[in-house]
Every structure is written in structure tokens, then in C-alpha cells.
């Protein structure tokens, strides 16, 4: 299974761990049972309100010696209440604080929209700043700073569409190392996937198995199941593996990064093994077929069009 390759020579196991809608109680023990499974790899964002049960996990871990913090690639997200440029370094620092740390591999923008300072979860337009109030490009030269300060070996961002990355190159002159998107193969990302290929901006995907524990209220109706896929299930038989696994591997053998959530130590452990799938031509080709551009994660409890936040995704 390929790393991603950065420009200063670092390397990112492609398979890490999700963190998003792991519970208190649950969230230590699984980061404790994905490192010690051999996961390098963690995702982690301020706002899934868990990064301080994620830290003790890290400290026992890396406390008892045989794994060492620089060989895990650690990722978490600036929250949209603080993009305002004063706001960037203290939020970065209340995470490190959480997760006890003392640098981020990865710190990316999470989301390309605004809050007001004290508001986490926006409740009415009221709630947000425009974006000239808080342009992207700003808050993209706090990121910089932090890296020159060696807070954050790598910046990035999250939920950026082409036309919002092109913006942000123009306009800063600087291009984010790795873009965390939507990816499976019902949203394969084909336009978004050639363009990043093209300006060495690496892709991780988000959601690789239809996030099937978000709340009722984040739901479509009617979601596709891509574990009852037949093309997945004909896959999976055929290589004795789990639908899991197969759409796992499709991303990490297409080259981007991919981060299961599980607090289950059995699909912990599974996911990673997913490594050592190989699809072949035949299975690639049926699992093109099924690029339906599904969403799961809509974006559109951020969309305010007279916040000037009408289209998250640019579609
Ligand atoms: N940047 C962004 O805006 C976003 C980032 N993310 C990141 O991506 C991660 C993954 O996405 P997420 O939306 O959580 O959803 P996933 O697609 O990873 O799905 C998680 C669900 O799949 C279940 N699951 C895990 N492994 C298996 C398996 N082997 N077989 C069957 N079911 C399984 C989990 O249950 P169980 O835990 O019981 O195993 C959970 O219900 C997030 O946790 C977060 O870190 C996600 C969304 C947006
Ligand atoms: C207030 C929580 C909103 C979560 C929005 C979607 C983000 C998902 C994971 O990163």
C-alpha cells in the first residue's frame, strides 16, 4: 500500500482512523486499539468535542515508549468560529493542549465558511460572518504562520471545492498540501481528484462508508447503503474480504488518504486490513460504475445564501 508523499519528504500511511461521532467513553479505547493494531494514522477536529479524551489516549500510549509520537501522522481541524486571522493560533493551541501534544502533522481549515467567535453550532444567519467579514485568504495566512512556527508540519483544508481552491491559490499565492473531502465510490470526485493531481494537493476522504452513525437529523431519506452494492458485495465474496474492505481499499489504491470511523476493535482492526486488499482491473472498472455523486454529508446546514455562503460545494 503507496504513502502519500509530501514535498519535505514526509510520508503518510494512507489508512488512519476517524474520529467524528466517537462517543466519551468509547473514543480512548479506540485510539488505543487502533495504534496498538498498528494504525499511524489518527483524524481527529476540535469540533467533534472529543480531543481531550483523544490526548489521554495519546499520553498512555506514547507514555509507555513503543510507540513513538513522530511515527503517527496526527490530523485535526480549525473550527469555523475561528477564522478570523487573532483567532487561528489559539484555537490550534487549545488542541494541541487537548490532545497533548506539541505539533499537528496536519491542521486543516474544516470548513470554507464563518462563524461569529462565540458561536460553535450557528442557530440563524445572525450567527455567521461573510465572507468579507472573514476572508478564507486570511485565516489561510494564519495557518502559514503556524507552520512557520512548526506548530503544523502541513496545512491544509476541508470541504473545498476546485473553484474555492483556485480562489484561495490566486489570492495567497499559496497552495494547501491535502484537501479532506467526501470520497467513496458513490462520490468518486473525478473533476476534483484530476485537478488536485495537477497542483500536488493530496486528497483524503471522508465518509468512506456512508457514515451510517450520523444523527437522523443529518440524514436524506431514502440513503444508499453502499455495503448492499451488489458490485461491492460480488467484490467482496470474490476476495473473501468485507464490503468494508473493499471501499477501503478503492481509495487508498486510488491514491488518496481514507478514514474509517469504528470505536469496534474487530472493524478497527479490519479496516486496516484492508491494506492488503488488491483489487484488480475487472473490480475497479464495476466499482466506476457506481459514481452516482451521492453526498452524504450535503453541506447544506452551513448554506446562508445572504451570509454569502449559497453553494458549499460549488455544484
Ligand atoms: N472534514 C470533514 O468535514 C469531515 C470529516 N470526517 C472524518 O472522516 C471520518 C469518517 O467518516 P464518518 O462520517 O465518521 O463515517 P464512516 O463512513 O467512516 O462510517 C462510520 C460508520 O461505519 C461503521 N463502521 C466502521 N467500520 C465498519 C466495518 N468494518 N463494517 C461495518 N461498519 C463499519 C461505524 O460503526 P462503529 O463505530 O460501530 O464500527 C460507523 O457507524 C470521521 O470520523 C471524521 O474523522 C467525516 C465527515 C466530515
Ligand atoms: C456542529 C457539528 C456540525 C458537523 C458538521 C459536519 C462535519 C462533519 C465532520 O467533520
Given at each position: 500500500?503507496?504513502?502519500?508523499?509530501?514535498?519535505?519528504?514526509?510520508?503518510?500511511?494512507?489508512?488512519?482512523?476517524?474520529?467524528?461521532?466517537?462517543?466519551?467513553?468509547?473514543?480512548?479505547?479506540?485510539?488505543?486499539?487502533?495504534?496498538?493494531?498498528?494504525?499511524?494514522?489518527?483524524?481527529?477536529?476540535?469540533?467533534?468535542?472529543?480531543?481531550?479524551?483523544?490526548?489521554?489516549?495519546?499520553?498512555?500510549?506514547?507514555?509507555?515508549?513503543?510507540?513513538?509520537?513522530?511515527?503517527?501522522?496526527?490530523?485535526?481541524?480549525?473550527?469555523?468560529n475561528a477564522h478570523l486571522p487573532q483567532d487561528v493560533e489559539p484555537a490550534m493551541k487549545q488542541t494541541l493542549n487537548d490532545l497533548q501534544l506539541d505539533y499537528l502533522d496536519l491542521y486543516l481549515i474544516h470548513w470554507p465558511v464563518a462563524f461569529k467567535p462565540d458561536v460553535q453550532s450557528p442557530e440563524g444567519p445572525e450567527?455567521?460572518?461573510?465572507?468579507?467579514?472573514?476572508?478564507?485568504?486570511?485565516?489561510?495566512?494564519?495557518?502559514?504562520?503556524?507552520?512557520?512556527?512548526?506548530?503544523?508540519?502541513?496545512?491544509?483544508?476541508?470541504?473545498?471545492?476546485?473553484?474555492?481552491?483556485?480562489?484561495?491559490?490566486?489570492?495567497?499565492?499559496?497552495?494547501?498540501?491535502?484537501?479532506?473531502?467526501?470520497?467513496?465510490?458513490?462520490?468518486?470526485?473525478?473533476?476534483?481528484?484530476?485537478?488536485?493531481?495537477?497542483?500536488?494537493?493530496?486528497?483524503?476522504?471522508?465518509?468512506?462508508?456512508?457514515?451510517?452513525?450520523?444523527?437522523?437529523?443529518?440524514?436524506?431519506?431514502?440513503?444508499?447503503?453502499?455495503?448492499?452494492?451488489?458490485?461491492?458485495?460480488?467484490?467482496?465474496?470474490?476476495?473473501?474480504?468485507?464490503?468494508?474492505?473493499?471501499?477501503?481499499?478503492?481509495?487508498?489504491?486510488?491514491?488518496?488518504?481514507?478514514?474509517?470511523?469504528?470505536?469496534?476493535?474487530?472493524?478497527?482492526?479490519?479496516?486496516?486490513?484492508?491494506?492488503?486488499?488488491?483489487?484488480?482491473?475487472?473490480?475497479?472498472?464495476?466499482?466506476?460504475?457506481?459514481?452516482?455523486?451521492?453526498?452524504?454529508?450535503?453541506?447544506?446546514?452551513?448554506?446562508?445564501?445572504?451570509?454569502?455562503?449559497?453553494?458549499?460545494?460549488?455544484?
Open positions: 500500500m503507496k504513502s502519500l508523499k509530501f514535498k519535505n519528504g514526509d510520508e503518510l500511511f494512507p489508512i488512519g482512523l476517524g474520529t467524528w461521532k466517537s462517543k466519551p467513553g468509547e473514543v480512548k479505547n479506540a485510539v488505543i486499539s487502533a495504534l496498538e493494531s498498528g494504525y499511524k494514522h489518527i483524524d481527529c477536529a476540535a469540533i467533534y468535542g472529543n480531543e481531550k479524551e483523544i490526548g489521554e489516549a495519546f499520553n498512555e500510549v506514547f507514555s509507555k515508549g513503543e510507540i513513538k509520537r513522530e511515527d503517527v501522522w496526527i490530523t485535526s481541524k480549525l473550527w469555523n450567527d455567521y460572518l461573510t465572507p468579507q467579514e472573514a476572508p478564507i485568504s486570511e485565516t489561510w495566512k494564519a495557518m502559514s504562520q503556524l507552520k512557520e512556527k512548526g506548530l503544523a508540519k502541513h496545512i491544509g483544508v476541508s470541504n473545498f471545492s476546485k473553484q474555492k481552491l483556485e480562489e484561495l491559490i490566486a489570492n495567497t499565492g499559496e497552495i494547501p498540501e491535502m484537501n479532506q473531502v467526501e470520497l467513496h465510490p458513490l462520490l468518486q470526485q473525478n473533476d476534483l481528484f484530476e485537478y488536485c493531481s495537477k497542483q500536488g494537493i493530496h486528497l483524503t476522504g471522508y465518509s468512506p462508508l456512508g457514515s451510517g452513525d450520523r444523527s437522523d437529523g443529518m440524514k436524506q431519506e431514502n440513503e444508499p447503503n453502499m455495503f448492499e452494492k451488489t458490485a461491492v458485495q460480488k467484490i467482496a465474496s470474490k476476495h473473501n474480504v468485507s464490503p468494508a474492505q473493499v471501499l477501503i481499499n478503492w481509495s487508498a489504491q486510488r491514491g488518496t488518504a481514507v478514514i474509517p470511523k469504528s470505536t469496534n476493535p474487530g472493524r478497527i482492526k479490519e479496516n486496516l486490513e484492508a491494506a492488503r486488499l488488491q483489487l484488480d482491473k475487472d473490480d475497479l472498472k464495476d466499482l466506476a460504475q457506481l459514481d452516482e455523486h451521492y453526498r452524504y454529508v450535503t453541506g447544506k446546514f452551513f448554506e446562508v445564501e445572504e451570509k454569502g455562503y449559497k453553494n458549499i460545494y460549488d455544484e
